[in-house]
């Protein structure tokens, strides 16, 4: 599912219009149906509702005529506060504000804080509020009677659903340009759009439900559309049964080199969430003394004992042994527990462009990635990297808050730099292809925000790539399935005790759930 910016939709809205010949009145027209159907689900009777609407001039406001004239038709009895004149109103809006006025549907005009003050009791005494504003053209700031209606809608006890976007919000930025509406549910029409999906926007937003409105799905697939919402069909081909004659040689075999004294247990993580996955094989190499606590762990794991440093970290001197060891590997994991000792950094950037298998780059690989990013384009085969904020700020030499607020063009440029698929963790985790694509990842919850979770994902996304041909494929369905181990995970037990464990604990729920889809 696309995620589109305003120009976007506006540019499908007139292809759909002006080149397909659908009226525009009917995409409005299906826009209100579709909100009126959701009123329904929540509130199946709305007739015994006190419902209003509030609504300004443009398309937005149209579509809330609909609503309240299918209401109106229903049963209910909607009135409409138009915060403009009904003079002003023009175009697909107005055809049907006329069509609502014929039927005796109350509209209001609101064209002064005085007006407003006479009739905002309306706003307090409903039951469901309807905000149809402001769609997704805003670009500055609500103020004047905009931003004090916004302040009585927030501050009503009724329920607040929003038409496509809430009134204050930009949809072109997860960032809130001012006072917006605070609403319980949003209905987003044909495609979500940037607010809907990240915070602190994204807050505002509450449930959201993207809602069909006739537009063909086909105009949807276009190129220049870079930006996706990974859905649970786009993932299940990446979960199939498994075939009968199949066996441990059918799904990969994984080296691993990860860990050092006192930090055994990323490795640890990561073998087992890639065991987990069902690889086939998978085999650890660690720094010799660290190889006692890893070998423990699990008995299903395979160790390799590498030269180490005085600090007991994996040594450069490991490099001819751990090249060695590719020897019928199908990928690599490099980096979860490693360090970045002098001789491990060394180590780490004589063995990388070395590799003619695709590599996963974690943790302490990436802190010594830092250095010298160039090292990714000398690489063969593709690899995937999968920092968190910090790490990622580290490899573009910008600040946390810069990767934070600008992660939406930072993640897809350093993909395309270095031709690598970015995996930038956090919430709405972001996979960015080295074609410019971008994809959104919509599970996972807060109790995963803890030491190792990183690790187990590296683990699983190292599995995937073993056992599928699809390397981007296997990415995606990997942050979908370390996201949904996570939200089951919190189902149970609840978000705050949630350690990375028990994301391993519960993936094998996760992978069936997938698995019976």
Not at 330 to 357: C, I, Q
Request: charge should be neutral; glycine fraction near 10%.
């Amino acid at each position: 599912m696309k995620i589109l910016t305003s120009r976007e939709m506006r540019e499908i809205d007139r292809t759909a219009i002006e080149d397909l010949g659908i009226p525009g009145v009917v995409l409005m027209e299906n826009a209100g149906l579709q909100v009126v159907r959701t009123i329904r689900e929540f509130f199946p009777e709305p007739e015994r509702m006190r419902i209003i609407v509030v609504a300004g001039k443009g398309n937005n406001g149209g579509d809330g005529f609909v609503v309240a004239r299918h209401l109106f038709l229903s049963g209910a009895r909607p009135e409409v506060l138009l915060l403009a004149s009904k003079d002003e109103v023009t175009g697909d809006a107005a055809t049907n504000l006329r069509i609502a006025l014929n039927m005796g549907v109350p509209v209001e005009e609101v064209r002064t804080p005085a007006r407003w003050n006479k009739l905002r009791a309306k706003v307090f005494q409903a039951s469901v509020i309807i905000d149809a504003i402001f769609g997704t053209g805003l670009l500055k700031p609500l103020d004047g009677l905009f931003a004090r209606v916004v302040e009585d809608i927030n501050a009503a006890r009724g329920f607040r659903l929003s038409v496509d976007v809430p009134s204050g919000l930009s949809s072109d930025t997860f960032q809130t340009i001012g006072p917006c509406v605070n609403a319980d549910l949003t209905v987003t029409l044909a495609a979500p759009k940037i607010a809907h999906v990240f915070p602190p926007a994204a807050d505002c937003v509450g449930e959201f439900i993207v809602a069909p409105i006739g537009i063909p799905p086909f105009l949807f697939d276009r190129p220049e559309l870079k930006l996706e919402f990974v859905e649970e069909e786009a993932v299940l081909p990446f979960f199939k049964p498994r075939e009968r004659d199949s066996h441990k040689g059918s799904y990969g075999h994984l080296l691993a080199l990860c860990g050092s004294v006192g930090k055994t247990g990323a490795a640890v993580l990561a073998g087992r969430a890639a065991l987990a996955m069902g690889a086939g094989l998978v085999t650890v190499a660690t720094a010799e003394s660290a190889l006692p606590v890893v070998a423990r762990s699990m008995a299903e794991l395979m160790t390799e004992p590498l030269p180490e440093t005085p600090k007991r970290t994996i040594a450069r001197e490991a490099l001819p042994r751990a090249l060695a060891l590719l020897e019928g590997k199908n990928a690599v994991l490099v980096g979860p527990g490693m360090s970045t000792d002098a001789s491990t950094a060394d180590f780490v950037r004589g063995f990388l462009p070395k590799l003619k298998v695709p590599a996963v780059i974690d943790a302490d690989g990436l802190n010594i990635l830092a250095a010298d990013p160039d090292i990714l384009l000398r690489l063969k085969r593709p690899a995937v990297l999968t920092p968190h904020p910090g790490e990622f700020a580290r490899l573009t030499g910008r600040t946390v808050p810069e990767v934070l607020s600008d992660r939406l063009t930072l993640a897809p440029a350093f993909a395309m730099k270095y031709g690598v698929y970015l995996v930038l963790k956090g919430y709405r985790t972001l996979t960015a292809a080295p074609d410019g694509r971008v994809f959104v990842n919509p599970t996972g919850n807060p109790g995963m925000a803890t030491g190792g979770t990183g690790d187990v994902l590296s683990g699983l996304i190292a599995s995937q790539i073993i056992q599928q041909k699809d390397l981007l494929g296997a990415v995606l369905s990997a942050v979908y399935v370390h996201g949904l181990a996570g939200d089951i995970a919190a189902e149970k037990m609840g978000e705050r005790p949630l350690l990375a464990g028990h994301l391993i604990r519960y993936l094998p729920r996760a992978l069936l759930e997938l698995e019976e889809e």
